[in-house]
């Protein structure tokens, strides 16, 4: 194996401790909406509420019912909205099918300034206008950006390839990237031959949560692999490469997990603070 690793748990770490100060300044809320279980979802709650510990943030689990009504949904998100005790609050994803199907419709009642998963029109908008942060940025894309910076991988001018187009990650991210100028190719489940457009990345981004999805063979030499898969398998936690194959290849890759999955969190956290900020 010849891949350097970047490991998103040291950078997540020295984001948060650069918080802590603001944190006790501003005394920022984050709420956590979840609706029903999910085994993976409360494993991410528990690493957000952990991380805001860490930071000495205040946080609240609102943990609802399956069967909660859009109605009830709606009436907590006017509450949340209302509240200035509420910083910032986030709808743990995925939601129970009956609320999934209207998920644009709670997202369309959320206000944009507590929005501090970046998920609403605004904040997506802003996002496509402006490459400075004058909105709230998807928490896992902005944690894919730091830590390109953190290691100093130049963005500008490489051919980044973005596999996945999910609202939350693949068509932020690609907007992300293409704020910083690179050249900015984005996969999909209907792409055809999706080896012969990996094998151009210079900078290749996976987000489907497939394990085995990429193999070395679609690694072109030298390039740096940034895995934001996460599945649950009887071996653990997988990402969507096949590791030792990819980073034979690659120069550098994130490892899953301990690569972006911190960073997401760190950045949800620094969405807070800076929510909390603006609200002053
Ligand atoms: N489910 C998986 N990732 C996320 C995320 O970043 N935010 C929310 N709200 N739900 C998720």
Do not use: W
């Amino acid at each position: 194996m010849s891949a350097r690793i970047l490991s998103g748990i040291e950078l997540a770490k020295r984001m948060l401790d650069g918080l802590r100060t603001e944190v006790a300044q501003l005394n920022p809320q984050l709420v956590i909406v979840q609706v029903g279980h999910d085994p993976a979802s409360d494993s991410y709650i528990r690493k957000k509420m952990e991380s805001c510990d860490a930071v000495g943030m205040r946080v609240q689990l609102m943990s609802l019912e399956a069967n909660t009504t859009m109605e009830a949904m709606q009436s907590l998100i006017h509450d949340l909205n209302d509240d200035a005790n509420v910083s910032g609050y986030i709808i743990q994803l995925p939601l129970p099918p009956h609320l999934a199907s209207v998920q644009p419709l709670l997202f369309r009642s959320m206000d944009p300034k507590k929005d501090v998963d970046g998920f609403t029109a605004y904040n997506m908008g802003k996002l496509l206008l402006s490459k400075e942060f004058e909105h709230l940025p998807p928490a896992t894309p902005a944690g894919v950006l730091s830590l390109l910076d953190q290691y100093a991988i130049p963005v500008e001018g490489k051919h980044a390839v973005v596999v996945g187009h999910s609202n939350i990650v693949g068509k932020p991210l690609a907007a992300m990237l293409l704020n910083r100028n690179a050249t900015v190719s984005v996969c999909h489940k209907y792409t055809q031959d999706l080896g012969a457009i990996t094998r151009q990345a210079d900078i290749l981004c996976t987000a489907v949560g497939k394990p085995g999805l990429i193999r070395g063979d679609m690694i072109k030499p030298g390039a740096v692999v940034i895995d934001i898969g996460i599945v649950r398998t009887e071996d653990g936690i997988v990402g969507d490469c096949v590791f030792d194959e990819v980073a034979a290849v690659a120069s550098a890759i994130t490892p899953v997990p301990g690569g972006v999955g911190p960073m997401t969190v760190a950045c949800l956290i620094r969405n807070t603070v800076t929510a909390k900020k603006r609200q002053q």
